[in-house]
């Protein structure tokens, strides 16, 4: 059984671009002009007038220890702590492609062919204009940071060098279930749930941008509203 929630119910936006669960299981939606909290009343906003314009525009969000952290179109950071809005800051004068957290680091794919990594002890850049061209996304998978591009799918070893890597799963991958030891993965507007090379279509002609699962086994699927 699905239940479905729109700007009727208080979203920003019917456009999502990402949703997560913070440390005290509260879900947060991104959307391209705002943040979206859900309450027990509904959803609180969060906006300002930066979101507004385009270089400001939200590109995508994370959890970073206790912050709901944000990168906008123009390269700038920002954070919500403690239900506060934070000024946006620069990491960066690329346009960010994607971004992942991982255990130790958060990776930035970068519009110019680098990967921006931001480790607690620095930041560096590397190019991977000689492993592949494209950035299809990057996730994190069992500890391990992992970039999909044209050519496949890549790992960045304890050098920072890109490595080939082998993945258990055949479509896009959007979430692994730990506990269900299953891959949510994306293919043609379809979400797949595919475990021992299985795989069960769950959702149809809908578009899912991100998948989240809270402390009482529910999942929450973000959509293009169809």
Request: charge should be positive.
């Amino acid at each position: 059984e699905f239940k479905t929630y729109n700007t009727f119910d208080g979203l920003v936006s019917n456009t999502i671009i990402g949703m997560l669960l913070d440390s005290k299981d509260q879900l947060w939606v991104c959307h391209p002009h705002g943040i979206s909290k859900f309450e027990a009343n509904g959803f609180k906003k969060y906006l300002t007038p930066e979101f507004q314009t385009n270089e400001g525009k939200l590109r995508r969000f994370f959890l970073w220890n206790d912050s709901i952290c944000f990168v906008t179109l123009d390269g700038k950071w920002g954070s919500i702590y403690n239900d506060k809005l934070n000024p946006r800051w620069a990491i960066t004068n690329r346009t960010t492609l994607t971004v992942t957290p991982s255990q130790k680091s958060i990776v930035l794919a970068l519009d110019d062919s680098s990967l921006l990594i931001k480790e607690k002890h620095g930041t560096s850049i590397i190019s991977h204009k000689k492993d592949f061209y494209s950035v299809r996304g990057v996730f994190d998978l069992k500890g391990q940071t992992i970039i999909e591009s044209e050519r496949g799918f890549f790992t960045l070893d304890q050098n920072k060098q890109l490595r080939p890597i082998q993945v258990p799963f055949k479509n896009r991958f959007m979430k692994y279930d730990s506990v269900g030891n299953f891959y949510w993965t994306e293919s043609n507007n379809n979400l797949i749930k595919e475990a021992n090379h299985i795989a069960d279509t769950i959702l149809k002609a809908s578009t899912v941008y991100e998948v989240v699962q809270d402390m009482q086994g529910n999942w929450w699927f973000a959509t293009n509203g169809a």
